[in-house]
């Protein structure tokens, strides 16, 4: 495990939380705990990485659970739970289904990590960050979205498969709102 390792949570076990936490681990995060309302769901995955450490080089603890105490002293938590976008709906339209989930979310966080910062995945992005950031009470500092990097990452690949050119070619930046 690397020095100064830390404990992430990551809440939402499915494809974009696994992944997550699996990246994580390869960084040799330190601590990683999958939370997912699903019994087991999260608890498998985590087990399948961790067996998969000794291949891939990771030894960081991965744990699976779907109890909001055992992300208490999480330095970090990220949030992927929420309802995926169904074809032909608009991120819009996640609103109060995933308004919904935040909600919940936001609780456990507040309750068990008090002292986290809190990365948000959840769609539509901005809304949602906005949702945890009054649902904990969090310093807005302490909620933050991702989607400029993913945009941007996006954006990226767009113009490189348009160029046909490698990804490493190309330098872009996308700034504003996710959508």
């Given at each position: 495990?690397?020095?100064g390792?830390?404990?992430?949570?990551v809440?939402?076990?499915?494809?974009?939380?696994?992944?997550?936490?699996?990246?994580l681990?390869?960084?040799?995060v330190?601590e990683i705990?999958m939370?997912d309302?699903?019994?087991?769901?999260?608890?498998?995955?985590a087990?399948?990485?961790s067996?998969?450490g000794q291949?891939l080089?990771?030894?960081g603890?991965?744990?699976?659970t779907k109890?909001?105490?055992?992300?208490?002293g999480?330095d970090?938590?990220?949030?992927?739970s929420?309802?995926?976008?169904?074809?032909?709906?608009?991120?819009?339209d996640?609103?109060?289904?995933n308004a919904?989930i935040?909600s919940q979310?936001?609780?456990?966080?507040?309750?068990?990590?008090?002292?986290?910062?809190i990365?948000?995945?959840t769609?539509?992005?901005?809304?949602?960050t906005?949702?945890?950031?009054?649902?904990t009470?969090f310093p807005?500092?302490r909620?933050?979205g991702?989607?400029?990097?993913?945009d941007?990452a996006?954006?990226?690949h767009?113009?490189?498969?348009?160029?046909?050119?490698?990804n490493?070619?190309?330098?872009a930046?996308?700034?504003g709102?996710?959508?």
């Amino acid at each position: 495990m690397s020095r100064g390792a830390r404990k992430v949570a990551v809440i939402g076990a499915g494809n974009v939380g696994a992944t997550c936490a699996f990246v994580l681990a390869q960084k040799n995060v330190g601590e990683i705990v999958m939370l997912d309302i699903y019994e087991g769901f999260a608890k498998g995955k985590a087990l399948d990485m961790s067996q998969g450490g000794q291949i891939l080089n990771y030894d960081g603890k991965i744990t699976g659970t779907k109890d909001y105490s055992d992300i208490a002293g999480a330095d970090v938590v990220v949030v992927t739970s929420g309802f995926p976008r169904q074809p032909g709906m608009s991120r819009e339209d996640l609103i109060g289904k995933n308004a919904d989930i935040i909600s919940q979310v936001g609780t456990g966080i507040r309750d068990h990590a008090p002292d986290s910062i809190i990365v948000m995945v959840t769609n539509p992005l901005d809304l949602m960050t906005y949702h945890m950031q009054r649902v904990t009470g969090f310093p807005h500092h302490r909620v933050v979205g991702q989607a400029g990097i993913l945009d941007s990452a996006r954006m990226t690949h767009f113009i490189a498969q348009e160029l046909g050119c490698s990804n490493e070619d190309v330098q872009a930046m996308v700034l504003g709102g996710h959508g």
